[in-house]
Nanobody, 119 residues
Framework: QVQLVESGGGLVQPGGSLRLSCAVSGGIFSDSVMGWYRQASGKQREFVARITSVGSTDYADSVKGRFTISRDNAKSTVYLAMNSLKPEDTAVYYC?????????????WGQGTQVTVSS
C-alpha cells in the first residue's frame, strides 16, 4: 500500500523558515517524480516544486530563490526547505508522487500539512 506522510508544517513569522518532509512507503519512490503543491483557503491547488528521480528540479515562479526541493532516495523522503517565508505562502502543502511505469503513470497524494506565515 502506497502512503505519503507529510510533516514539518506549523506557524512561522514572515521572513522565517520551515522544512517540510514527505516520507513515502510502498516501494514507488525510486520510480517517481516527487512534487509539492499547496492550496490556500478559497483557492485552487497550485504547483510549488518538483524533483525527478535523477535530481532535476522545477519551481513555481513565486517560490524560486526561496524554496529548495530535495530528495533522499535511501530514506524514500522528499523535502521542501522554505526560506524568506511570506504571508502569501500560507496554505496546506501536499506531497505528490507521480510513479512512472511501463503502463503509464500513477498519481499519489499525501494528506497535507498546514503552513501559516503570520506575525
Amino acid at each position: 500500500q502506497v502512503q505519503l506522510v507529510e510533516s514539518g508544517g506549523g506557524l512561522v513569522q514572515p521572513g522565517g523558515s520551515l522544512r517540510l518532509s514527505c516520507a513515502v512507503s510502498g516501494g514507488i519512490f525510486s520510480d517517481s517524480v516527487m512534487g509539492w503543491y499547496r492550496q490556500a483557503s478559497g483557492k485552487q491547488r497550485e504547483f510549488v516544486a518538483r524533483i525527478t528521480s535523477v535530481g532535476s528540479t522545477d519551481y513555481a515562479d513565486s517560490v524560486k530563490g526561496r524554496f529548495t526541493i530535495s530528495r533522499d532516495n535511501a530514506k524514500s523522503t522528499v523535502y521542501l526547505a522554505m526560506n524568506s517565508l511570506k504571508p502569501e505562502d500560507t496554505a496546506v502543502y501536499y506531497c505528490n508522487a507521480v510513479q512512472l511505469t511501463v503502463w503509464g503513470t500513477r498519481d499519489f497524494w499525501g494528506q497535507g500539512t498546514q503552513v501559516t506565515v503570520s506575525s
